[in-house]
């Protein structure tokens, strides 16, 4: 294992040196020849004298959505920045354990399952808009600590009308392959029609989610993570109403459900875009503004897709793993593991947050060339996580059925549940420190280190371990759960080697983030 991670590692760091070679190479030259051509607009006050030299516009700084994290004291701009990040999720958690506690109080454990796979499906395609909103975010937050305007601005453009194209795309490819996929991962028969009338519901409306995601990881790349959090709020509450009128009065169970979630993110998207254009934001939303810049697209797929990439792989893997509940588990063991996925999903909250604290203020720190700010900022982010993190862990070892019993006072259900939860919340102890250092290597590019690192956890660990815990040793629901910490001590193992090589410390995009013109 040591001699295959270590070869690994010396495969991304020559990767990652080919890669910024030759980037920077081709970048310098288009943007040396750009700038023979192109002047560089300059703005004048008003009665300026006409021989002063004029600042540079900075249309972001002057509607007030850019928040510089590279000044001020660490971790008061750290919790600054996650608390409304934290509570954005906490909402966001809400939102989606409300399809699962209402279909699971009022439509039975068969609707459970249906929004159990659906959902994971569903989420498959929502990773891979989150991994390009990665590279988006990343870009957006080193271009703001460079005080590189131009980057800025096309990076925003083609995120937004890449997402939206990809969308459609998704959206028609994978209504014709429902049927072969549920039949693929052994949907239970019990619950097949409601995991497909909750799936072709969601893909429907696919493209709403994805303009969500785009649209949040452009303002929390600004250091904006306040005005996220009331977008979603406004869809948590729509979410919650619609659910009770479908799913409690209606009847329609999973494709209520589905129902409501793509009609409150609908809501979400129109309320950002309303808010941007008010706010003078630089994209104003018209048909000529969705450009693609190719430079820029290159960078988003160069960071994002291995974030992309990784995650697609990790959920795929997550779907694997939801088929060996349906082998060992039926529509019970899908019941109780999507139940215990919705609880876990709060334990997770602090960490996320305080992880994407971490990739903004290294991505914008290490961008202003303050590393010793992004080192200080993962090492309190990580301490706040673990201590948050752990007593959601103290409280699983105490009395696990609560992750179960919330969703479904199913004897069955509640019995495989805490079966999964015993072997699963050792998994706590490891994910504060997984996901606050590898969000430092994300916020200095090291997005081909994340992939690999997620494709060796996923692909290698966690798939192989569950099947072999469950199946061949017979141990259900408890050998399921005890893949996911087996996992995740394998890729603790891969960052320590990682971080004992040094090369985190240097900035991907350093040399290609300068070749661009500051204006």
């Known amino acids: 294992m040591s001699h295959e991670t270590n070869a690994a590692v010396a495969e991304i760091d020559s990767a990652e040196t080919e890669i910024d070679s030759a980037e920077a190479e081709a970048i310098q030259s288009e943007s040396a020849r750009e700038e023979q051509t192109e002047p560089k607009p300059i703005a004048v006050e008003p009665g300026a004298p006409k021989d002063q030299p004029a600042e540079p516009v900075n249309q972001f700084a002057k509607v007030g959505l850019e928040n510089n994290l590279t000044e001020g004291g660490v971790f008061r701009k750290m919790i600054m920045f996650a608390l409304p990040f934290l509570a954005s999720n906490l909402i966001q958690s809400f939102y989606n354990v409300a399809d699962m506690l209402i279909v699971g109080n009022f439509s039975g454990p068969a609707a459970m399952s249906g929004v159990n796979i659906g959902g994971q499906v569903t989420f498959i395609l929502t990773v891979v808009v989150i991994g390009l909103c990665v590279g988006a975010t990343v870009l957006i937050g080193q271009y703001i600590g460079a005080n590189n305007r131009k980057g800025l601005k096309d990076v925003t453009s083609t995120i937004i009308t890449v997402l939206l194209l990809l969308g459609a795309g998704i959206t028609i490819g994978v209504l014709f392959a429902i049927d072969p996929l549920l039949r693929l991962i052994r949907t239970p028969a019990e619950s097949y029609a409601q995991s497909r ?153 602090p960490t996320q947050a305080m992880a994407a604290s971490v990739s903004t203020m290294a991505a914008q720190n290490m961008g202003a060339n303050r590393l010793d700010r992004a080192i200080h900022a993962t090492v309190l982010g990580t301490l706040f996580s673990m201590a948050v993190t752990y007593m959601f862990f103290i409280m699983l070892r105490v009395r696990p059925e609560w992750a179960v019993t919330l969703f479904s006072r199913e004897p069955d259900v509640i019995a495989a549940g805490v079966a999964y939860v015993n072997m699963f919340s050792y998994d706590l102890l490891v994910i504060p420190i997984i996901f606050n250092v590898v969000s430092l290597f994300v916020g200095g590019g090291h997005t081909v280190f994340a992939m690999v690192n997620n494709l060796l956890s996923s692909v290698l660990l966690r798939v192989p371990a569950c099947y072999l815990f469950a199946v061949r040793f017979n141990m259900g629901m408890d050998g399921v759960g005890l893949g996911a910490p087996v996992a995740s001590a394998g890729t603790l193992l891969v960052i320590i080697i990682f971080l004992m090589t040094g090369r985190w410390r240097i900035n991907v995009l350093k040399d290609s983030a300068a070749a661009y013109e500051t204006t």
């Not at 009065?249 to 409501?260: E, P, Q, R």
């Not at 792989?313 to 779907?319: A, E, G, Q, R």
């Not at 593991?337 to 609880?343: D, P, Q, R, S, T």
Request: glycine content about 8%; charged content about 10%.
């Open 197 to 349: 009338s909750y799936l072709t519901v969601t893909v429907t409306g696919i493209t709403f989610i994805f303009g969500y995601n785009a649209l949040s990881a452009i303002l929390r790349g600004m250091g904006d993570s306040k005005h996220p959090l009331w977008f979603v709020a406004a869809a948590c509450v729509t979410n919650i109403i619609l659910d009770l009128l479908f799913v409690a009065v209606f009847k329609w169970a999973a494709f209520g459900a589905a129902l409501a979630t793509v009609i409150s993110q609908a809501m979400s998207v129109v309320l950002c875009v309303a808010f941007m254009k008010r706010h003078n934001f630089q994209f104003d939303f018209k048909l000529k503004s969705y450009r693609i810049d190719r430079r820029q697209l290159r960078l988003i797929f160069r960071i994002g897709l291995p974030t992309c990439v990784a995650n697609t792989v990790t959920s795929l893997s997550f779907l694997f793993v939801t088929t060996i509940v349906n082998i060992v588990g039926g529509v019970v063991g899908s019941a109780a593991v999507g139940a215990v996925g919705k609880f876990n999903s709060f334990a997770f909250m």
